[in-house]
């Protein structure tokens, strides 16, 4: 559980932006029924998930945890602006990061480079020849 405990806690304020604004304790200071509000969203979307959805849910808590504070700032921002996407730039964004996935850092920086020179008919057709991989629903 403790290692779950930073990746719950973001899931249970992120839901919660009423607690965002109240000046919180840390966690052992809270009082057990602060710790109960905190983790009864969790439990109850950890108890309804597949094993699959909950075996990602750990994984995504476990690399969490091991990220420097620098790391961590850099996932929200890049998860900020990919909320704030259209819907063809997401799918963009999906196939490229498909991609690259499998790459090394000097391939990556190459298909980055290829992606900024592209126009845009030549990215949609890079898109079609290169989809994204499909996405479990959330």
Not at 14 to 20: I, K, R, V
Not at 101 to 121: F, H, I
Request: charged share 30%.
């Amino acid at each position: 559980m403790k290692t779950l405990l930073p990746y719950l806690l973001l899931l249970a304020c992120a839901s919660a932006p009423a607690a965002a604004q109240q000046q919180l304790p840390e966690w052992d200071q809270l009082t057990p029924a602060q710790r109960e509000t905190l983790i009864a969203q969790v439990r109850d979307r950890w108890n309804s998930s597949s094993p699959e959805r909950r075996q990602r849910s750990y994984e995504h808590a476990r690399s969490w945890q091991q990220m420097t504070p620098q790391q961590r700032e850099q996932a929200r921002r890049g998860m900020h602006r990919f909320e704030n996407m259209s819907p063809d730039q997401r799918r963009d964004a999906q196939a490229l990061f498909d991609k690259m996935r499998g790459m090394d850092k000097e391939q990556r920086q190459q298909l980055r480079e290829q992606w900024n020179r592209m126009s845009v008919e030549q990215r949609r057709q890079w898109v079609q020849a290169n989809p994204p991989a499909p996405r479990p629903p959330r």
